[in-house]
């Protein structure tokens, strides 16, 4: 086995705040963790993980006690974690609870969709401003006053903390997040390709370019030092004076969750936002053919990307979870439509047929040389032939199947919920065993309130090499890994 990307220590970093112990706190929403982050030595320790209640943690506070408040998007709860490490429940009902702010010992926090709200948990809830426009990171000024975004269009308000009318303070494009310095400058970051900062200091208004795509959250140290995180590629970055930067945790992929390779074995990665440079929001498989890549989207899409045009087109929309993707020679897409529990083809002028129907839950999908179509089946256990719309199963009493691919005529599997490469027979045999791919964890449903992309269920992808040698989306660490079969 050879990684060909090295491992994400953050797998996509959103909310952070620096702790009662000074280590910077990271909420990591896709792998559902929170870390904490020594940023003189880029340590990185996972305090809250796969055995923590949390699912989509998405932004963090420190209250004056020292309790940590967690918002978790996709089943609307605020957490409370006590300095002990117990986890109970703060607020609950909320619609995609993003931006959290501490006042003292009160707590504030605000919804991500297109019409939400403002709100106060610290004694049940209040309501101190509505109709937000994708609520984000939010933080109190030297003023007192609650300083809070409007993502689209771009506005920063601010409101007194117990509630009136309020006050725009200022416009920047993409608002994701509103920090103040120690010395009360006002810091606005956007969530565009070039990681642009617009920092207000009164009517003075400079602008750092840092190039870091997605930035998601600010956070300064006692001694003034500003960190950003992206919640695209994840990482700590410092900005130092000048706008030049320091890379404290490095970046990588948030995933991945899709892997493909070209004819002449350039490998392209679906990184839930972006493929092959573009940025394209909650992407998930991948399958290339020649200049053509085809995905699917958490958005309930299949799509195609030509590289050498730049055009995309949409091939299928208000599909019910599509995940696993595969091309047939005439061009033909079939996709694993995991909600439904059937196999889809897609035509190449987007005529739509059933392939199959009535498995339980379908994940990937791959064609051997005769064109025949075999998928997994993650609830059911299984790999499975399709064979005039009928499913023969070829391997059962697996745990959690997903990747799948063929190489030279065989047929490879990831089990994830063993977290091992397996070849289907008869018989069937384990290849790699203890790999980086992530054990499968309860996660909401993949669409929640408003229409907005729900947490998307962990994937690892499996795809074949022009020389024969399988490429596993590691979705455990963040890598992607060249395997040879023996």
């Given at each position: 086995m050879e990684r060909l990307t090295a491992p994400t220590?953050?797998?996509?970093?959103?909310?952070?705040?620096?702790?009662?112990?000074?280590?910077?706190?990271?909420?990591?929403?896709?792998?559902?963790?929170?870390?904490?982050?020594?940023?003189?030595?880029?340590?990185?320790?996972?305090?809250?993980?796969?055995?923590?209640?949390?699912?989509?943690?998405?932004?963090?506070?420190?209250?004056?006690?020292?309790?940590?408040?967690?918002?978790?998007?996709?089943?609307?709860?605020?957490?409370?974690?006590?300095?002990?490490?117990g986890f109970t429940v703060a607020a609950d009902g909320l619609k995609n609870p993003n931006g959290i702010a501490a006042l003292g010992h009160r707590i504030f926090v605000n919804e991500m969709t297109f019409s939400g709200?403002?709100?106060e948990i610290t004694d049940g809830t209040k309501v101190l401003a509505e109709g937000l426009m994708m609520g984000n990171a939010m933080q109190f000024g030297p003023d007192g006053y609650l300083y809070y975004p409007h993502m689209f269009p771009g506005e920063v308000y601010r409101i007194s903390p117990d509630g009136g009318t309020p006050e725009l303070v200022a416009e920047a494009a993409q608002t994701v997040a509103v920090r103040f310095g120690r010395d009360g400058v006002l810091y606005v970051l956007s969530i565009d390709e070039a990681g642009?900062?617009?920092?207000?200091?009164?009517?003075?208004?400079?602008?750092?370019?840092?190039?870091i795509a997605g930035l998601d959250n600010a956070a300064f140290d006692a001694g003034g030092r500003m960190f950003v995180s992206s919640f695209a590629s994840g990482g700590i970055t410092e900005i130092l004076p000048g706008g030049t930067l320091r890379e404290v945790v490095p970046r990588g992929l948030a995933g991945p969750y899709g892997v493909t390779a070209g004819a002449d074995g350039t490998v392209t990665v679906a990184d839930h936002y972006r493929i092959a440079g573009m940025y394209q929001p909650f992407a998930h498989a991948l399958?290339?053919?020649?200049?053509?890549?085809?995905?699917?989207?958490?958005?309930?899409?299949?799509?195609?990307?030509?590289?050498?045009?730049?055009?995309?087109?949409?091939?299928a929309e208000n599909l019910d979870q599509p995940q696993g993707i595969a091309?047939?020679?005439?061009?033909?897409?079939?996709?694993?439509?995991?909600?439904?529990?059937?196999?889809?083809?897609?035509?190449?002028?987007?005529?739509?047929?059933?392939?199959a129907e009535g498995l339980g839950r379908p994940v990937d999908v791959a064609l051997d040389d005769g064109g025949r179509c075999h998928v997994t089946d993650a609830d059911r256990g299984a790999v499975y032939r399709l064979d005039d719309g009928k499913p023969l199963?070829?391997?059962?009493?697996?745990h959690t199947p997903q990747g799948l691919t063929f190489s030279g005529g065989r047929l490879f599997v990831v089990e994830a919920g063993r977290r091992r490469l397996v070849e289907v027979g008869p018989p069937s045999r384990v290849v790699a065993a203890d790999l980086p791919?992530?054990?499968?964890?309860?996660?909401q449903p993949a669409l929640f309130a408003e229409g907005l992309p729900g947490v998307p269920r962990q994937f690892a992808a499996l795809a074949t090499a022009p020389d024969g040698a399988l490429l596993l989306g590691a979705s455990g660490d963040g890598s992607v890994i060249r395997i040879t079969p023996p």
């Amino acid at each position: 086995m050879e990684r060909l990307t090295a491992p994400t220590p953050l797998r996509g970093s959103n909310g952070i705040s620096f702790g009662p112990d000074g280590r910077l706190y990271v909420a990591e929403y896709l792998p559902g963790r929170i870390s904490a982050v020594d940023v003189s030595t880029g340590r990185t320790e996972v305090v809250a993980g796969p055995d923590s209640p949390l699912q989509s943690p998405d932004d963090l506070v420190f209250d004056a006690d020292g309790t940590m408040y967690v918002t978790d998007v996709a089943p609307g709860l605020v957490w409370r974690r006590e300095p002990g490490g117990g986890f109970t429940v703060a607020a609950d009902g909320l619609k995609n609870p993003n931006g959290i702010a501490a006042l003292g010992h009160r707590i504030f926090v605000n919804e991500m969709t297109f019409s939400g709200r403002l709100l106060e948990i610290t004694d049940g809830t209040k309501v101190l401003a509505e109709g937000l426009m994708m609520g984000n990171a939010m933080q109190f000024g030297p003023d007192g006053y609650l300083y809070y975004p409007h993502m689209f269009p771009g506005e920063v308000y601010r409101i007194s903390p117990d509630g009136g009318t309020p006050e725009l303070v200022a416009e920047a494009a993409q608002t994701v997040a509103v920090r103040f310095g120690r010395d009360g400058v006002l810091y606005v970051l956007s969530i565009d390709e070039a990681g642009t900062i617009v920092r207000i200091d009164g009517d003075e208004r400079t602008e750092i370019v840092t190039g870091i795509a997605g930035l998601d959250n600010a956070a300064f140290d006692a001694g003034g030092r500003m960190f950003v995180s992206s919640f695209a590629s994840g990482g700590i970055t410092e900005i130092l004076p000048g706008g030049t930067l320091r890379e404290v945790v490095p970046r990588g992929l948030a995933g991945p969750y899709g892997v493909t390779a070209g004819a002449d074995g350039t490998v392209t990665v679906a990184d839930h936002y972006r493929i092959a440079g573009m940025y394209q929001p909650f992407a998930h498989a991948l399958a290339a053919d020649g200049d053509l890549l085809h995905f699917t989207s958490q958005y309930g899409q299949a799509a195609t990307f030509d590289r050498a045009t730049g055009a995309s087109r949409t091939r299928a929309e208000n599909l019910d979870q599509p995940q696993g993707i595969a091309v047939r020679p005439d061009g033909t897409l079939l996709i694993a439509e995991a909600g439904t529990g059937r196999v889809l083809a897609i035509a190449p002028d987007d005529t739509r047929t059933v392939v199959a129907e009535g498995l339980g839950r379908p994940v990937d999908v791959a064609l051997d040389d005769g064109g025949r179509c075999h998928v997994t089946d993650a609830d059911r256990g299984a790999v499975y032939r399709l064979d005039d719309g009928k499913p023969l199963a070829l391997a059962e009493d697996l745990h959690t199947p997903q990747g799948l691919t063929f190489s030279g005529g065989r047929l490879f599997v990831v089990e994830a919920g063993r977290r091992r490469l397996v070849e289907v027979g008869p018989p069937s045999r384990v290849v790699a065993a203890d790999l980086p791919v992530a054990v499968p964890r309860p996660v909401q449903p993949a669409l929640f309130a408003e229409g907005l992309p729900g947490v998307p269920r962990q994937f690892a992808a499996l795809a074949t090499a022009p020389d024969g040698a399988l490429l596993l989306g590691a979705s455990g660490d963040g890598s992607v890994i060249r395997i040879t079969p023996p």
